[in-house]
């Protein structure tokens, strides 16, 4: 079993920066790591992946204001948020996943078999 512990959630006004943090329980440099977010009532969205051969992908609603990226040395996941925005209002979650996944299936959290708790994310106008 792999646990997920996300921080670095909070509140912070349109324009601003979070920077989201997940520390695993176990070595995770063969996994695949990536950050949903999903909203109340709503499906879980994927965010960004960063594969294990350390490239990344982000969906085009972050793509040049988000960053992912890990440090496996210190098993943990990271996602730079800049120029926030409300409609980044939601609970972002860290995902694992114990095996190489690409060709557009590490956008599915069916593929992912460990999760954090969530961080709630709140972006005022």
């Known amino acids: 079993q792999v646990q997920l512990v996300e921080s670095g959630g909070g509140s912070v006004q349109a324009g601003g920066s979070l920077r989201l943090s997940c520390v695993a329980s176990?070595?995770?440099?063969?996994?695949?790591m990536a950050w949903f977010r999903q909203a109340l009532g709503k499906e879980r969205d994927w965010v960004a992946t960063?594969?294990?051969?350390?490239?990344?992908s982000h969906a085009d609603s972050v793509k040049g204001r988000f960053t992912i990226s890990r440090d496996n040395a210190k098993n943990t996941l990271y996602l730079q948020m800049n120029s926030l925005k409300p409609e980044d209002t939601y609970m972002y979650y860290c995902?694992?996943?114990?095996w190489g996944l690409g060709g557009g299936y590490e956008v599915l959290p069916t593929q992912y078999s460990y999760w954090g708790q969530g961080t709630q994310v709140t972006v005022s106008s």
């Open positions: 960063a594969y294990t051969d350390h490239t990344t």
């Open positions: 995902a694992a996943a114990s």
């Open positions: 176990t070595y995770t440099a063969r996994y695949t």
